[in-house]
């Protein structure tokens, strides 16, 4: 009887364990319900803007990229609400799968993340100091936060096992090193409001523009739901039960993927519609290269357009 003892003596009741498990569940299916419902209302518009857009490779990055995460999302709702029941029911598949999920879900975010890069350089007509600066904590950013998955990943596997009684996956307390994972992208998205916003600032635009609006309405919520979802994940990482851990993981790479695209395809559609004009005021979509083809004349022309305008 001593022998059991210390297994059973740190765990919580059962009954715990089932309602973090079920907090987890239902969680995971909110972000998941609204990445489907907006990826559907967004469809139209994205087979129209993006899917009809010229060849590149940023384009077929963003498009596997966003559907790659929905086919595997929607695999793990599927083992998520129904217990893993139709799956592999072993340790060995427990083993494989957090460290998909993980990998998957870091460098997902991290794609999404250069592309609206992009965009930021885009906005400063691909200036090179701001590409140099954005990409260099973009790349120190996703490296360090890859490295730390990993890290993490080769510490809490070997552990990793299947609980028969909840039929769930259950990890080890190592998998709490994930949380810097989450962390240390922060910084990105810090860089990158302050650009946006000094871009703002350095060449106010008129409140009425279209790029205006779909800047403040998706832009800013972008960031903030963004860097509010990284905090989340940290803290529940650190912080909550091993049952709950991944409460926020699913919901927040789903809510991640659902403001990238919705981001990415609104400032599409404002550059296409904005025509003619778009062309000699520079791209703001990713997916045009025209964007670094403005001559310098048209340059000095803009720049007194609008000290006109706000004059």
């Known amino acids: 009887m001593e022998a059991l003892q210390p297994v059973s003596s740190p765990e919580p009741d059962f009954a715990s364990i089932w309602r973090h498990l079920l907090a987890t569940r239902y969680l995971a299916l909110a972000g998941y319900i609204v990445l489907v419902w907006d990826s559907t209302l967004m469809l139209p518009r994205e087979r129209q803007y993006i899917w009809s857009a010229p060849s590149s490779p940023l384009k077929w990055i963003y498009l596997v990229k966003k559907y790659t995460a929905i086919l595997f999302l929607t695999f793990a709702m599927i083992t998520e609400m129904r217990g893993m029941e139709g799956v592999i029911k072993s340790t060995t598949f427990c083993k494989a799968w957090f460290p998909i ?24 007509e691909n200036r090179r100091s701001v590409y140099i600066t954005l990409f260099m904590v973009w790349a120190a950013g996703t490296t360090a936060a890859l490295c730390l998955s990993i890290f993490a990943i080769s510490k809490f596997t070997p552990d990793v096992t299947f609980d028969r009684d909840l039929n769930t996956c259950v990890p080890s307390n190592h998998i709490r090193l994930v949380s810097s994972a989450w962390g240390i992208p922060l910084i990105f998205d810090a860089a990158v409001m302050i650009m946006t916003c000094w871009n703002a600032l350095d060449r106010p635009r008129q409140i009425t523009t279209r790029l205006t609006m779909t800047l403040t309405k998706d832009g800013i919520i972008y960031f903030l739901i963004h860097s509010a979802l990284r905090k989340v994940n940290t803290i529940i990482f650190l912080k909550v039960p091993l049952s709950m851990l991944l409460a926020g993981f699913y919901c927040s790479w789903a809510l991640a993927v659902t403001f990238t695209s919705r981001l990415v395809i609104n400032l599409r559609v404002v550059d296409v519609q904005n025509g003619a004009d778009s062309l000699v005021r520079g791209r703001i979509s990713p997916f045009d290269q025209t964007s670094s083809q403005t001559s310098s004349l048209d340059k000095i022309k803009i720049h007194r357009e609008e000290e006109y305008e706000f004059m």
Request: glycine fraction near 12%; proline fraction near 0%; aromatic fraction near 4%.
């Open 101 to 124: 999920a993980i990998l998957l879900g870091t460098i997902s975010i991290a794609v999404g993340d250069g592309i609206v890069l992009k965009r930021v350089c885009i906005l400063w």
